[in-house]
């Protein structure tokens, strides 16, 4: 079972999210990046531009900060680790890192990743891009923020892992995963997203998930949660509960 826990509001963090799932899984991509911790081991799961295949194991538990804003907390540009996961040592002092990890083997994982990263900023510049790109206004972005268009893809590389037409074409296919996701008809969400057709988001999310939309909802496991929802307290993830977190 996957669940996200709204934090308390950071700015620069999207949700906390468990997952019980055992076996091969499929991520695919939203712009965000993740802090992932799955029992063992810390790593930073970098800007996906295609489904990332990994092997789960059991309990993981990751923080997912909004796009752009992980950069600059972790101080690693988004494209040097575009599709790929990198153990946060080769990021952190280790001495941090293992303090962190002995931590979480205490305990309340969901809480001490929250807590870790709550210094983490909400970055104005990828707030500026991600408003202009969702209103569709990717060819005037540069003008519209005072750069030229070469400063602003350098710039977007850096924050996001790609430039601002990948951006706005990830950002599109999660806006449409999230419908599809909540049983919506997939013809609606053509229509509503703005792609030409239900052929036209069948082929986008074909490329960028590597499975049909079908296949998609089939694996699917999905349940949001608020801080103070009852689910937090399942005895199976009660230690990750988060509404009575101090930061």
């Known amino acids: 079972m996957y669940r996200e826990y709204e934090p308390p509001q950071t700015g620069a963090v999207r ?14 991509p939203d712009g965000c990046m993740d802090l992932i911790w799955n029992g063992e081991r810390l790593h930073l799961a970098g800007p996906d531009t295609q489904a990332f295949l990994t092997e789960a194991n059991g309990i993981t538990v990751g923080v997912r900060f909004q796009p752009g804003a992980a950069p600059g907390f972790f101080d690693v540009p988004a494209h040097a680790i575009a599709n790929t996961r990198v153990p946060l040592e080769e990021l ?11 931590g979480l083997h205490e305990g309340l994982p969901g809480r001490k990743l929250l807590n870790e990263v709550y210094s983490a900023e909400s970055d104005g510049f990828a707030n500026a891009v991600r408003r202009l790109v969702a209103s569709n206004e990717v060819r005037g972005a540069a003008d519209e923020l005072g750069i030229t268009e070469r400063h602003l893809h350098r710039k977007c590389l850096a924050k996001f892992g790609y430039g601002p ?7 599109r296919f999660s806006s449409a995963m999230e419908l599809v996701y909540a049983g919506k008809p997939f013809s609606d969400i053509a229509y509503e997203i703005g792609y030409a057709d239900q052929a036209h988001l069948s082929r986008e999310v074909k490329a960028l ?21 009852a689910a937090v307290h399942d005895a199976a993830l009660r230690d990750l509960a988060l509404h009575d977190a101090t930061v």
Request: net charge positive; proline share 2%; glycine share 4%.
């Open 15 to 28: 949700c906390v999210w468990t997952s019980s799932k055992v076996g091969m899984q499929r991520v695919v």
């Open 92 to 102: 952190w002092p280790k001495d941090r890192v293992h303090r962190l990890v002995d």
């Open 165 to 171: 037409k990948t951006l706005q074409r990830i950002m």
């Open 209 to 229: 998930a590597g499975a049909t939309l079908t296949k998609l909802v089939q694996d699917a496991d999905l349940q949001e949660a608020s801080i103070d929802d």
